[in-house]
């Protein structure tokens, strides 16, 4: 079956660590996003990649970073240097300039 | 991309229709009007999008007034299982990066 997976669900972590979230497709789209979510609140946008080898910042870049080695994965950092990185993570994919986005089913990150 | 107003929360009764608006009174001619929707502790899920003239698909209708300026999402016989948040999005077509800006939703509670 065609997909994105996010590995792990749930994530724990010790303040000062970095850690990095999985993100897999198999739809062989182009682009790929990460986005945060706070409780309550909408997605921001943390990076994306239109390509393989490139990527861009979102509006919240600060304290994170990616790589797109390969067209399949776009591997998500968060380092210490993030000050509020407990969140729900989700991964995106899409064809480059498609009206849809498909969505994984999210990390919950939790540092303690 | 121009901002959108969505009601915070609504509620709707098993088997009736609910019909979710949208005020994005700033919109530009190239923008399309998008909606997403997530159910609790997963990723979002794509509905349906439109330009100017109203859109139907397997999941919903989309209504969009003459001036651009509001729409509204309907679904015909809401279920317990489209409790969820539903984001109006608003973006013009191949946008840099094709990004999608989410704001807080709308919160649908259908009940039985």
């Known amino acids: 079956d065609g997909g994105i997976t996010q590995s792990p669900k749930y994530l724990f972590r010790k303040e000062g660590q970095n850690v990095t979230l999985s993100c897999e497709q198999n739809?062989?789209?182009?682009?790929m996003y990460w986005y945060r979510q706070d409780p309550g609140q909408g997605l921001r946008l943390i990076y994306y990649s239109q390509i393989v080898n490139d990527f861009q910042k979102g509006d919240i870049a600060e304290g994170y970073s990616v790589s797109r080695e390969k067209k399949e994965s776009f591997p998500l950092t968060v380092t210490s240097a993030q000050k509020n990185p407990t969140a729900f993570y989700l991964c995106?994919?899409?064809?480059?300039?498609?009206?849809?986005?498909?969505f994984g089913p999210g990390t919950r990150l939790t540092v303690l | 991309d121009a901002k959108t107003t969505q009601p915070t929360s609504m509620d709707c009764a098993e088997g009736r229709a609910a019909n979710l608006p949208c005020n994005h009174s700033?919109?530009?001619?190239?923008?399309?009007v998008y909606w997403y929707r997530q159910i609790h502790s997963q990723g979002p899920q794509y509905i349906i999008h439109?330009?100017?003239n109203n859109e139907t698909n397997e999941m919903a209708s989309l209504i969009i007034t003459e001036d651009r300026k509001s729409s509204t999402l309907i679904l015909p016989h809401a279920t317990l299982r489209d409790t969820a948040v539903y984001y109006c999005i608003v973006r013009a077509y191949n946008n840099a990066g094709n990004m999608l800006t989410f704001g807080g939703g709308t919160r649908l509670m259908v009940k039985p």
């Open positions: 439109g330009l100017k």
């Open positions: 739809l062989n789209h182009d682009a």
């Open positions: 995106a994919s899409s064809i480059k300039g498609a009206n849809e986005q498909f």
């Open positions: 700033t919109i530009s001619g190239n923008e399309y």
